[in-house]
């Protein structure tokens, strides 16, 4: 077998593909089949490549398995044991179910991070064309040590903080299909459901306290859209329904929500009215008391479906809002509490700062303010010395005051008042003299100025490409100078690779370059220092083979 | 800037002035000058409070004499604070000006509720709880007691400030709600009566309507204020309704019942207090007899709600021989609740007026009329006789007294409507007896004649000259001001029809028409997919509302819907529809954006601002008419017709299209705001409906958005939106406002 080391999580026999029969293994990262008799893999998926699988509906005589992938490909699976077909499949349906989501996120986090990083950093992009899609160095060997695991890890927990809030209609995606013989089907996702357990924290609560002992997780999510709970005129929840109480909880929550009142004084509907009148006063009609026995039975489910909707709403905001707090103790108590009184009460200390901003904004007729300019922020410090002197290492107890500094500057203009030059001991007229030669342009120590000249002498396009080889030569450079010291095989391996790459480079891009500049008879000079580093390269890398013959020898 | 508003030197705290302010101003100027009333129409938006306070203040200061007080007079507790925090900016920027430090006093007035510092009063949460608790500390015979016996318990505060609150006056300065709370707790005073004695003499009293047009309460808080006062009614375009509710009574079976068991806990009290006291009860039926009535100890504290008749209406002479006597007076209630209850016992509806209604009562019980008046007097002495404390409880038996005291004092614009049930459930028995107010102006008449100005004004009052014939006044100025806008930040579109070509419309033949609701789903799932931000879309009923939604829910529409935007609906019930907006303004706030469902005439769409991103299409489902069956209001439109010569389909089409202005309105509120504003029935292409929207608003419906399908909508709608999210150059306003303001600079 092509890789004994692999862990296999579940072995599946008797499955056919494609008319043969085979077994089916499924292994940490990917899942594969062979076919019966032979030792090797004739279909082998990584997880990361499957975009979801598909099983046959349960009246079905054939029992079957598809695996989509992201390409859009699909392998099917038949599961042909008679006597555990069922059992096979759905062990492997389930097994399928908890990998699969691990290695989605893996997959498209990392292309997501790769692809993010190309795009902010075009000096990379570049060299990333340079040396990828000329294939000069393969895609792997590109990001090898440019995307390290952690930076994967720490930009996911980065995407943590920013999660994706729950579409308003998430139930609404969720479309019964008749399956043809009298029946609803749902289909349900994994982030249909995170989705309701998110907005619906009872429902997660029930859904753990009944799973795995008291039933399957089919059988709760039939309950749960057979349930009232989910039609959203619940008037009559039978008392057996589990989701009864769910419903209840709900209404205790949006209850709770309504007896805290809102923070904001300006949409407090109850403290609008400044006097209202006493009860029995005016012409509207005294709004009746006993509401359920007078209201029809439709009357009562409709305001209900409202009473629904607004609830469905605070809570769809409410989850929204939460995994922005509670991102790092995501503890079910924590998001419960939170997530069923909606907002934390300010208590009245906070209130009149709040109600006088917004009376404030309610006032204010910006354009009809004069230009009072933009509005500078005072600097505030707390302790101005520090601000002026900078850090000072903390080592040295010594700090200089202002007064300090402000007597040595005096003492140092005292010191220029009184300052006489000796004359006698000056340096020699020559010796000034050819300093001053140094110094002046075209002298020993202004060559950096004559350098400038390429700027003109040579043309932006070449100027640009040739920026481009030194970027890629330098790239490909410290790959190869990053195997040294030569300790593992694998290293070993690699400075092979990269003196083949090096060498590859210099043939399909140095070589093109030097041929195109000799054209336009320009000075060859200019790929000489990248030549003499790629020299410096193999004389290295020559060093290190006649080394290692001669040690293997 | 300063201004110089026909040789008045007006003090603006802004450095620019939009044009509609100033002419706002100059009106305004205009008819304080006269002496007369005006109404006054200007946008939401356009600064009309500052531009108000600015000119009255001037005004004040320069003739002190002329006008001694403002009073201003708004609906709801937000709309007041904000008055007076308009009102503190005013005065710094006098300050900062002239360098001489403020010496006007200007103060909110709110209900107990709103501004007692007692730690347990204050803790309750409704009203009418703490207006009891705080009567059962603050009574005058309650304090009596405390002398004699200290454990019984008072209010502390109020204590404090009667002692010392009333010789030493309150410091000039401006006081809203927290600040008096803040000022009193600092003193240990009672805010609420400190701010009670201190608009008395303050230059500037900025409260809610009932203080003056209740005269329950209008009567105990704004009696004495001066003649020389100038009244402004902010947001006014409902000012007939306040004062109709003010003089309104309705009974129904369980009213009735609270007051038999008032009746039966007064009969306890005398005869115990027979028993133990008895000179207290012959004190009082002395009193009587001599009409000392109020008088001697008509302390504030005692008095909850005072006499619901005007002031003028009020008999001056002693009570009647019959009721003198609390057993009789006790009797005599007894009397006209049975003979309430009797009329309640029917089974068809009645109609009658006052007049009729007396005949009745006094054929089958021999009640007349002159007791019946001095019903309301007769009970608060009896009340305050007994010294019964909590006078909550005793709201119902309050009530009845009140509408015997009514219906015996107004001949003219009340009627009775009997009902033995709700239209909606004829099986079910709950009778109700209206007592309706049909004249909005008998009880705003002492306002107009008692103050020699009354501003009338508010975003949306138009038809103007609807206004001064319903409320029977003469105005001297009437105005409408438009919007001058850099850019059009409003777009009303008129849908009257959906894709397929069907009518969009609310109206009652068709409203439930398969066709329509589904075309009003489409419209609104359209504008979520395009609309940013907040969406506030309008019934024109609750019961319509959850209709509509219901049978969105079942096609399917609310969902799609979701996908865009989340949904929040308007309930019944205060608290829950609270709730919902402040979820509303988060998702608004966070980027997710989503849609409000309320109602016109709710309470939503009269005291929540939808300003910039809270709001930026407000839909108008259909023509939002009042229940047009309803007999009180069949009523009174035959009352409007009769007095006032106004058509009934005249007043209908008025009162629609009022409540659809205050709607949409609610989005623009400031022209740095935009906000689109889509009526969604073809009735408002009609000439009468649409010559009935304010000015600023008909200016900017074109010919070419009057009959638009959704698809057009759609288009205006992404087209405008497009144009409006383009950064706002303020430059081009500034050089509009800065030519016109060089030229007026004072």
Known sequence: ?553 | MKLNIEGLLVYFPYDYIYPEQYSYMLELKRTLDAKGHGVLEMPSGTGKTISLLSLIVAYQKAYPLEVTKLVYCSRTVPEIEKVVEELRKLMDYYAKQTGVKNDFLALALSSRKNLCIHPEVSSLRFGKEVDGKCHSLTASYIRAQHHSNPSQPVCQFFEEFDAVGRQVPIPPGIYNLDDLKDFGRRKGWCPYFLARYAILHANIVVYSYHYLLDPKIADLVSKELAKKSVVVFDEAHNIDNVCIDSMSVNITRRTLDRCQTNVETLQNTISRIKETDAAKLREEYRRLVEGLKEANVARETDIYLSNPVLPDEILQEAVPGSIRTAEHFVGFIKRFLEYLKARLRIHHVVQESAPQFLKDIYEKVCIDRKPLRFCAERLRSLLRTLEIADIADFSAITLISHFATLVSTYSKGFTIIIEPFEDRTPTIANPVLHFSCMDPSIAIKPVFGRFQSVIITSGTLSPLDIYPRILDFRPVTMASFTMTLARTCLCPLIVGRGNDQVAMTSKFETREDFAVIRNYGNLLLEMSAIVPDGIVAFFTSYIYMENIVASWYEQGILENIQRNKLIFIETQDAAETSMALEKYQEACENGRGAILLSVARGKVSEGIDFVHHFGRAVIMFGVPYVYTQSRILKARLEYLRDQFQIRENDFLTFDAMRHAAQCVGRAIRGKTDYGLMIFADKRYARADKRGKLPRWIQEHLTDGSLNLTIDETVQLSKHFLRQMAQPFRRVTTRTFLSLFNDLNQA
């Open chain 1, 1 to 553: 077998m092509a890789s004994l080391s692999e862990e296999v999580l579940l072995v599946v026999k008797r499955v056919r593909q494609r008319k043969q029969d085979g077994t089916l293994y499924l292994m940490a990262e990917r899942i594969a089949w062979g076919p019966e008799g032979k030792d090797r893999f004739t279909v082998s998926h990584l997880y990361a490549d499957i975009r979801c699988q598909k099983i046959s509906p349960d009246g079905k005589a054939k029992i079957q398995l598809q695996l989509v992938l992201h390409t859009g490909e699909s392998t099917t699976f038949h599961f042909a044991n008679e006597s555990t077909a069922l059992k096979d499949r759905d062990a492997t349906k389930e097994l399928l179910q908890q990998l699969l989501p691990k290695f989605k996120k893996k997959a498209n986090k990392e292309l997501e991070e790769k692809n993010r990083m190309l795009q902010e950093d075009p000096v990379l992009f570049q060299l990333y064309k340079d040396l990828v899609v000329s294939q000069v160095i393969s895609a792997e060997e590109f990001w090898a040590n440019r995307l390290s695991l952690s930076s994967v890890e720490h930009s996911i927990s980065n995407n943590n903080k920013q999660e994706v809030g729950i579409s308003a209609a998430f139930l609404a995606d969720i479309r019964p299909q008749t399956d043809g013989c009298n029946g609803l089907r749902y289909n349900l996702t994994t982030d249909i459901i995170e989705s309701i357990f998110r907005t619906y924290p009872t429902v997660k609560q029930k859904y753990s306290e009944n799973v795995p002992h008291n039933m399957t997780e089919k059988e709760f999510w039939t309950r749960f859209f057979q349930s009232h709970y989910f039609h959203r005129d619940r008037i009559s929840t039978g008392l057996q329904d589990i989701f009864s109480e769910c419903a209840k909880q709900d209404e205790k929550g949006l209850k709770s929500m309504v007896t805290q009142g809102v923070k904001n004084p300006m949409v407090d509907l109850l403290s609008l009215e400044d006097k209202t009148l006493d009860e029995g006063y005016g012409t509207a009609t005294v709004p009746t008391t006993s509401n359920s026995s007078n209201k029809s039975l439709r009357e009562n489910s409709n305001s209900a479906i409202i009473k629904r909707f607004n609830h469905h709403s605070a809570m769809v905001l409410a989850a929204g809002l939460l995994c922005v707090i509670f991102r790092d103790a995501p503890s079910d108590q924590a998001s419960e509490t939170s997530s069923t009184d909606g907002n934390s009460r300010d208590s009245d200390f906070f209130q009149p700062p709040l109600k006088k901003v917004k009376l404030q904004e309610a006032i204010e007729y910006d354009d009809l303010q004069g230009d009072s300019g933009r509005k500078t922020i005072s600097l505030n410090l707390k302790k101005s010395d520090r601000y002026s002197h900078g850090p000072t290492p903390l080592q040295s107890q010594h700090y200089t005051t202002s007064q300090d500094i402000i007597t040595s500057i005096s003492i140092i203009q005292h010191e220029m008042r009184s300052y006489k030059p000796r004359l006698t001991q000056v340096m020699s007229s020559s010796a000034a003299s050819s300093a001053i030669i140094a110094l002046s342009p075209g002298g020993v120590l202004m060559q950096g100025g004559a350098q400038q000249t390429i700027n003109q002498l040579v043309p932006t396009d070449v100027q640009s490409e040739l920026k481009h080889l030194y970027m890629a030569a330098g790239e490909l450079l410290r790959h190869f100078w990053s195997c040294f010291p030569v300790s593992t095989p694998f290293l070993e391996e690699k400075v092979v690779k990269m003196k083949s790459n090096l060498e590859k480079f210099q043939v399909t891009k140095l070589r093109p370059f030097q041929e195109k500049i000799q054209r336009q008879y320009l000075s060859t000079n200019l790929t000489g220092h990248l030549e003499e580093m790629l020299q410096a390269a193999y004389n290295k890398f020559q060093a290190w083979q006649t080394r290692r013959m001669m040690r293997k020898t």
